[in-house]
């Protein structure tokens, strides 16, 4: 081999050698870097699930706010006679439906639905209570209608005019207030449960 060749050589393995050695003084700094920036990662993530804790605890929903979100989660949709979902409903198959979510089995019909729970009139309703109509000018006093209240002068129903789940005000919308028969409160402890000869009375005053 000549002289040139084997210096040349010598050089190349010296410099491999050198590269060898720099990058194992290297490697633990690294190493140690990227523990550090770990433990800082850690550290603000500790820090902000603390303030999160402290500052912006979760709080449960109360029943009737629960009614009134997963209600809002389904507006929009088709209104069809007889539906109960998952895509499409009617106004019934939609309240009982929401009731359902939450552990109230309510009745599959409107006129059914209309004797479960306390007689409410329409100055006392509070949100979560069920709304109920007449609507058919065939069946003059009948329920035939059925809606969720959710909160000043607000119900949701599925709406056979609308062809979908919609938002309505009493105070917009004098069909819906005017044909208004009584309401049914299932989902707060009885406080006062009137008698069949009271329920008579008041909904003949309604």
Known sequence: M????VLRRMLLVSIA???M???SHNEPKVKQQEKVN???KEEEKILELTKLSSSEA??????EDEIEWNAKELLGLKYVWGATGPTNYDCSGFTQKIYRDLGINLPRVSRDQAEHGELVSFENLKKGDLVFFDTNRKKPGQVTHVGIYIGDN???HASSSAKKIVICNFEKDCFYKKQFLWAR????PKQYVASK???KSLKSAI
């Open 21 to 23: 050695t720099a990058c």
């Open 197 to 199: 000869d009271e329920e």
């Open 154 to 156: 607000n119900f949701i």
């Open 58 to 63: 979760w709080v449960p929903l109360k029943i």
């Open 2 to 5: 000549k002289k040139g060749e």
């Open 185 to 188: 409160r299932v989902v707060q």
């Open 17 to 19: 050698m050198l590269f």
């Open 38 to 40: 770990s433990k800082i």
